[in-house]
């Protein structure tokens, strides 16, 4: 039985060949048969077989790590793309580092500068909902890092990025509460600052146009946390100017709403639909649970990874296109709102 770490060597022993046909072996060298590059790498999976991220960072310029950042690792959102980025780096040789700004600037820019110091290959980013200036992402991308943003993403910047169509999201979400009757409807908004809040308010705003319904400034409101939900709600209610219906930008801003709503025994979805968004623990465990908009952050964050390791990975980087990918989301429907 094996009680260190899998090595080269271990592989190599047990098949009866040398350590440097395994090497090549696991690297789809030409001159070995694919039989053995088969028996080689069954056995390496079996086995557990990791690379050593020190010894591949001796023998060339890479360390085989990953940086992340991201505002909230305690964010159902964010954790998701972080177990997505972590799967697919882990199946293709790399570690990850995971930093979190908090949503504090200038936390960001120490992330940046310890990811980079750390020589980290590349680096996976959301920005704070407060980054007005990208200077410290362009230092990186300078340095030849390369850098992909996912949901929050930098505009100007030459990187790739991985994000939702959050007009259309939005747009479905508020036109389903229309299908279902609410004829004066709220909308939770986030910071206008960031493209994802700006994007959700035109959905948001277009479907009601569509729909003849109408656009009341006064309920848009700025509430992106369960807190300012809470308020939110509370001073509706305090100027008798209730909504039937509420889009949330967050499923956070939805479950303050719905807290507040029954302890003022006024129902959900009865008297008040709400639909949140992202399809977090908290939609569900809700009362009742929330309608709200998967965002599929897993596959988001797999495909930030991938599509990272493919230009850490190409010679010719600098030549390939970057790209924008959008993650599709869907609309999952609970009992927060009516039924169609």
């Known amino acids: ?43 390496a999976k079996e086995l557990k077989y990791r690379p050593n991220a020190v010894a591949l960072s001796l023998q060339s310029s890479k360390s085989n790590v990953i940086g992340i950042i991201v505002p909230q690792i305690v964010h159902h959102f964010f954790s998701s793309v972080i177990s997505g980025i972590e799967e697919y780096a882990t199946d293709n040789g790399y570690n990850v580092i995971i930093t979190q700004s908090n949503e504090i600037v200038d936390k960001e820019i120490k992330n940046c500068q310890t990811l980079v110091s750390s020589r980290v290959d590349g680096i996976i980013v959301s920005r704070t909902k407060h980054t007005t200036d990208f200077k410290h992402f362009q ?62 308010m035109w959905g948001f705003r277009d479907a009601l146009k569509k729909n003849n319904i109408p ?7 700025n509430a992106d946390n369960f807190e300012k939900g809470k ?81 850490i990975e190409d010679e010719n980087e600098e030549n390939i296109p970057y790209v924008n990918e959008i993650i599709p989301t869907k609309l999952i429907i609970r009992s927060s709102t009516k039924s169609l």
């Open 139 to 200: 230092n990186i991308i300078d340095k030849d890092v390369p850098m992909v943003f996912f949901d929050r993403t930098c505009h100007g910047l030459k990187t790739d990025r991985i994000v939702i169509d959050d007009y259309r999201a939005a747009y479905e979400a508020t036109e389903y509460l229309i299908k279902t009757g609410c004829k004066k409807i709220a909308h939770f908004s986030g910071p206008e600052i960031l493209k994802i809040s700006a994007k959700r």
């Open 231 to 311: 308020e939110a709600i509370l001073q509706l209610i305090k100027e008798n100017n209730l909504p039937d219906g509420i889009f949330t930008v967050n499923d956070m801003s939805a479950a303050g709403a719905i807290n507040i709503l029954k302890s003022k025994n006024i129902k959900v979805p009865e008297n008040v639909s709400i639909i949140g968004f992202t399809n977090g623990l908290v939609s569900t465990i809700t009362d009742p649970p929330l309608t709200t908009v998967e965002q599929n952050g897993f596959e988001m964050g797999k495909k930030s990874a991938e599509i990272l390791i493919k230009r």
């Open 1 to 43: 039985m094996i009680n260190h770490q899998i090595t080269i060597k271990d592989i190599a022993k047990q098949l009866g060949i040398s350590a440097s046909t395994v090497s090549r072996a696991l690297k789809d060298h030409p001159d070995i048969s694919d039989k053995t590059k088969t028996k080689v790498k069954a056995l």
């Open 215 to 221: 656009f009341y400034e006064e309920l848009i409101i």
